[in-house]
């Protein structure tokens, strides 16, 4: 019989691999999600048929993006006034009840390990965050992005890392974990120092988790397999989507000018050079939960999405 010291090794690392996205024999991905800002016209012309043909896709994790009937005032006024540039108004729950959107999921085999939120509602609404991811069973509420104006200077970043810590302090006294997901800003380097590192080195590794977008961590110069293994266990959340050719941001990737930039650039998984497969087996072995593909308002999504499905299950 193993001694105590044996015993709770052994347990903490099956606690370890449990957390892991679950695979089959061959090692093939089996839970794969996609990101709804990828097709959300289809999501408001008919939201049930459009979770169905993800699920014919593989697909059985879906990560919701906010405003919600709860956000806070700010992003609600914001989206009202993207939405007309944007070409379509539906967000969150897309008009349904919170209720009817569980069973919908359930009914197609669903889950929702996350939800993409603004920083107002994650500092102001966290309560309210908390009985969302009760009823959806989200893990993580997720920022996409800081607001332009909270990230200026390098000071600017030690300020949103200590927000970043009480954030993710109130998302663990209400059952959940606090993420971030990083666009191609501070990547570069300022006064000898990177933003992103600040980020890193400034927030709690108990409150404070990560999101990586390969793309945008890609086009701001980085490699995602770089940061995977020097943040081992830091991120646990990713988004895929794949480019051609691999560029980098005409400038610092600070402004959303730039990023439409290169929109044009986004393909379906395996069709471009960012070499997916390798992120995917390095992300396997360094903490990350759970894969989302999403490529950002992609033009025949049922074409797309299919073929980032499929080449994801084969590696």
């Known amino acids: 019989m193993p001694d105590r010291r044996t015993f709770i090794k052994e347990l903490s690392m099956l606690t370890a691999m449990s957390a892991l996205p679950i695979t089959t024999s061959k090692g093939q991905l089996k839970n794969l999600g996609v990101q709804l800002f990828s097709l959300p016209k289809s999501l408001e012309t008919d939201f049930v048929a459009t979770v169905k043909m993800l699920a014919k896709m ?44 569980k069973m919908i999921l359930d009914d197609h085999g669903m889950t929702s390990p996350s939800a993409h939120t603004d920083l107002d509602t994650l500092v102001h609404h966290m309560d309210r965050l908390g009985e969302a991811a009760n009823v959806l069973g989200h893990k993580y509420v997720t920022l996409p992005a800081i607001p332009e104006e909270k990230r200026k200077s390098l000071d600017d970043y030690k300020k949103i890392a200590a927000s970043f810590n009480e954030i993710g302090s109130s998302a663990k006294n209400a059952g959940i974990r606090f ?52 943040y081992h266990n830091r991120y646990r959340l990713m988004h895929i ?22 929109f044009p650039l986004m393909t379906s998984a395996g069709e471009g050079e960012l070499g997916v497969k390798e992120i995917m087996e390095v992300a396997l072995t360094t903490g990350i939960e759970h894969f989302f593909v ?13 073929k980032s499905s499929a080449f994801l299950k084969s590696i």
């Open 294 to 306: 999403e490529q950002d308002l992609v033009a025949n999504p049922e074409i797309a999405l299919a």
């Open 179 to 230: 993420a971030y997901h990083n666009h191609g800003y501070g990547l570069k380097p300022v006064d000898g120092k990177m933003p992103l590192e600040i980020i890193f080195d400034e927030t709690d590794p108990e409150l404070v988790f990560f999101e990586m977008d390969i793309f945008w961590t890609a086009a701001g110069g980085l490699e995602p397999v770089d940061l995977l293994k020097k």
């Open 58 to 101: 593989g697909y059985n994790e879906l990560e919701l993006f906010g405003p919600y009937p709860f956000s806070h005032e700010t992003a609600q006024e914001r989206w009202k006034t993207l939405a007309p540039m944007l070409g379509f108004s539906g967000s969150g729950y897309f008009g349904r009840e919170i209720g009817e959107i």
């Open 241 to 262: 989507k794949d480019m051609k050719p691999k560029t980098q941001f005409s400038g610092d990737g600070g402004d959303a000018s730039q990023w439409m930039e290169l």
